[in-house]
């Protein structure tokens, strides 16, 4: 087993092995996906969250115990890389790995703090009468913006997959999770706007996005609307096709 714990939790190693022991049998369920599991529980007296990988199948064992890093240390090296550029995600704790006799990988732990968030972009995209949608979506636009002059292409930056937390007064936190798929990469403008395909974001919402991000990288507004709108019209027909398909082959 492999356990790399972050300073300022290293007295608390024992216990994060501990929590690895007792996962199938402690700890409130969060998520329960067909390869991973999310659980909640108590580090000491600081409420934190488990994800489960599970032990992958032999080709990808291969890959991920010899040529790549494994999906639980991606996540704690990536939430410390956004940390370290102000970028906010729940504060990466530790990860673990179990191998077996052969340094094969096996299952996988990642933990991290808990964040107590208000809602996701999810139900924002879904109600058009949400709540200072229009502040909360140019704030969220700053974040992204903040993340790409951070050189960072978050490849699931889906609406699940930022927690937001409302602070009064019309201000708003955002948190990204579900990190193991990223690159760090200079982003031309073209790769700004097909990061935000995968939001699923209406007429609307493109047009203030584009605004906002047009003040934020003194670029044209036209362009920057153009460029969203073809690639989220793309995305979009994308999946609409994969439904489509899948509904024809399962009759």
């Known amino acids: 087993m492999r356990i790399i714990v972050h300073l300022k939790y290293k007295n608390q190693e024992g216990t994060i092995l501990q929590l690895v022991k007792t996962f199938f049998e402690e700890g409130d369920l969060i998520v329960k996906g067909s390869r991973n599991i999310i659980k909640s529980n108590f580090l000491g007296t600081i409420k934190v969250n488990i994800k489960f990988f599970q032990k992958p199948g032999l080709i990808k064992a291969i890959i991920y115990s010899f040529f790549r890093d494994t999906k639980a240390k991606r996540s704690f090296d990536y939430a410390n890389y956004l940390l370290k550029h102000n970028i906010n995600t729940p504060f990466p704790i530790a990860f673990v790995e179990e191998r077996s006799i052969f ?149």
Request: glycine share 4%; with cysteine; proline share 2%.
């Open 103 to 251: 340094g094969f990988l096996a299952n996988s732990f990642y933990f991290c703090d808990q964040i107590d968030y208000d809602f996701t972009m999810r139900e924002l995209i879904h109600n058009p009468l949400f709540p200072e949608r229009n502040i909360i979506i140019e704030q969220f636009t700053e974040f992204t913006f903040k993340m790409h002059e951070a050189r960072i292409n978050f490849l699931d930056h889906s609406p699940g997959n930022t927690l937001i937390l409302n602070k009064g007064n019309g201000k708003y936190d955002f948190f990204l999770i579900d990190l193991n798929r990223m690159k760090f990469e200079d982003l031309s403008l073209e790769k700004r706007m097909d990061n935000f395909k995968k939001m699923w974001l209406s007429k609307q919402m493109i047009k203030v996005v584009a605004q906002k991000y047009a003040i934020l990288s003194n670029q044209s507004e036209e362009k920057i609307h153009a460029i969203l709108l073809l690639k989220s019209r793309q995305f979009k027909r994308k999946i609409t096709i994969k439904k489509y398909l899948k509904k024809r082959i399962g009759k």
